[in-house]
DNA sequence: TATGAATGAGATTTCATTCAT
DNA sequence: AATGAATGAAATCTCATTCAT
């Protein structure tokens, strides 16, 4: 990489970090595109140059943001060495995520109120370049790797992660109508049965 | 109600009504006080003496277009006069709200885009003024009648309702990552074994 | 006319009245909207209460300062009270138009870059509002009233104004290739040869 | 010429022909440098190693296609071998490029805005270099080439091309106040008054 | 109550020009 | 000679809100 393009990148990166502190800390629509340039030290025009307007620098942060929410929890998985089965590793990444969340409640907000299922299939399965750990054999693994064949696999974990992204909104910014703590065991049983009945001894009849 | 009086009403129906079109034609946000007073036939000055600004008025609407739809997919049943068991009542109107949105989905994108736990607990336990059926006594019902005694019917509810409007959105609006028909059948059965795992007996131990 | 709608028609007379003299002074072009609204008084929003754009205010004073100079040719040759002949008549009002565009320099340079026909036939054609003297007559009698009857007089009419405005501007202003003084005697010259050459006994062979 | 000189030639030309059609479709104040140079396939810094600015690049153009027109109508008249009076020239040459503009509109229109009698008479009679006609002598002749001497044939030659501009215009390209066709008769013949007129003989008393 | 003219801060966007590479 | 990233001033235009009528 030259030294242009070093620049150019840190300049690309300076202006995503301060756009996500930007939008977290006072929402998208009351943050101006003046305020993302002169805080993150760059001319208004230079904005333009990276970025077509607001929408456009929100999805890219919506996607890389989520994205990295969700390799950090199959990075733990991974990291925790421990022999589990499949519903198993299942919970341990929704609880990691859910955990990752609470700790982190202005990244909820963001990427709750601006993520759609589109975004975030398309950053799991687009493969980032210069990366080394090829994420998207764990996500095709999460799906694929199953003690038993699995019934729409895809369903099944698009299920869950609407179910659990939309639930922990609530509880985790309003323990409404319970806490994160009180609301964990149902909703993981709740997944547990979502799992199994997806086995293929339980295809449901249409 | 003196002719001043429904001349309000009528005043304020038209820029709740002409809001509504514009905030699921355009969005939100692109949407101005100026178009909404304009096109309801009013004075721009004459919003503010109805509501105190764009959000107060997209609140209202929010409130009053997820609680008709819910109303309405309960008045069904009531309508159906079938007798049915605690779980058929609540598929019966997933089913039902399901229906509607995807009858209608600008309602769909609206909801889904402003909707909050809190305002639709608030919406539904508010009862109206001048309403001849006594709807929060059918929510309440929703959520006491049940064959055994439920444990913690609002998550219960809570959960339900969360996985049900976060799944329909993609699905509905995109296909993704299937579409309604398809999705249904695996969507009833997990909320069949969520209601089934909320029977007393089966209290998770925390 | 009530107060609010005299100080409506104050606010945009200080409007294209400032226009003009920043136009003039600087050119359309180097001239932006905030200056107008600044100079005129009023806030930047106001001036698009009035006018849509920067070419919207600039087309309505071509319009309005074409005509009045017209206007007051045609007012000297009404006040004169002379006898004259047809081709006295247009001469006069020529020499007229040439001694006001030669005191008022900054018009000229205003007139001749933004002038079209269409415009100004449009503007003496279109009969003003609350306007004592009829104008439209005199533009019309100009045309019909002839000591015998006239070819084509709008032709007529249309080349002698050409004619004398694209002439005009570069004698005036930079007396290139001669100065007014001494194109005038040419200009004239040439002009009652076009309109004797009008006459219907001399209506040309096509 | 060595290869270099002429890659850089061909820059120049490159910029020159897209700085032409930019402005000819879209006008020169909507024509951006930025516009010129990608269209031309060159970098924005290029630009300015051609030309000053903007407007540097238009007074280039508008000298360039001025000539090119008035060269192209002697080049006729040269090429037709016919034997004609000086009326008959000039009438020709007239033709020719009224022929020519009609045939080419937004040549008109560029040329029309922004044509003035200081940058044709400086183009006329600035000799090119590497020119194998002697177009100087061509322009000079037509001035002094006359049957009998003419009075001051620069300020005829000047109305003529004034008149012939200003005319054009509107009715090539609006067909006000009437078509190309029906106003040539009498415009040729205005224009053959104005020569007559020229004659010693005809020495007007101012 | 109702109006709508006026405000003016502020948002978005463009673009001529420079300069390090 | 050529590039094109960066600049930042300046332009256009929007819009929530107020207030005199």
Redesign the interface.
């Known amino acids: 990489m030259t030294k242009l393009d070093s620049n150019k990148k840190k300049k690309e990166d300076s202006l995503l970090n301060t756009a996500f502190s930007l939008f977290t800390a006072q929402g998208v629509?009351k943050t101006s595109i003046s305020d993302i340039a002169s805080k993150a030290g760059v001319a208004k025009g230079t904005f333009y140059l990276y970025f077509k307007d607001k929408y456009d620098i929100r999805n890219r942060l919506v996607s890389h943001k989520s994205t990295q929410l969700f390799r950090a929890a199959l990075e733990s998985l991974r990291a925790s060495g421990r022999k589990m089965s499949y519903t198993e590793k299942i919970i341990f990444v929704v609880d990691d995520i859910l955990d990752q969340l609470n700790e982190n409640k202005s990244l909820l907000t963001f990427i709750s109120k601006n993520l759609?299922?589109?975004i975030f299939?398309n950053a799991l399965t687009t493969p980032l370049k210069n990366d080394d750990i090829d994420f998207k054999d764990i996500y095709t693994e999460m799906i694929a790797d199953a003690p038993y064949e699995i019934d729409?696999p895809?369903?099944?974990i698009?299920?869950i992660l609407?179910?659990l992204?939309?639930?922990c909104?609530?509880a985790i910014l309003?323990n409404?109508?319970?806490t994160l703590a009180?609301?964990k065991?149902?909703?993981y049983?709740?997944i547990e049965?979502?799992i199994e009945?997806?086995y293929i001894k339980d295809k449901?009849?249409?």
């Open positions: 629509s759609s299922w589109g299939k729409q895809e369903i099944m698009f299920m609407e179910l992204s939309s639930t909104y609530s309003y409404e109508p319970v009180e609301l065991p149902y909703l049983r709740c049965n979502m009945s997806h449901p009849s249409v």
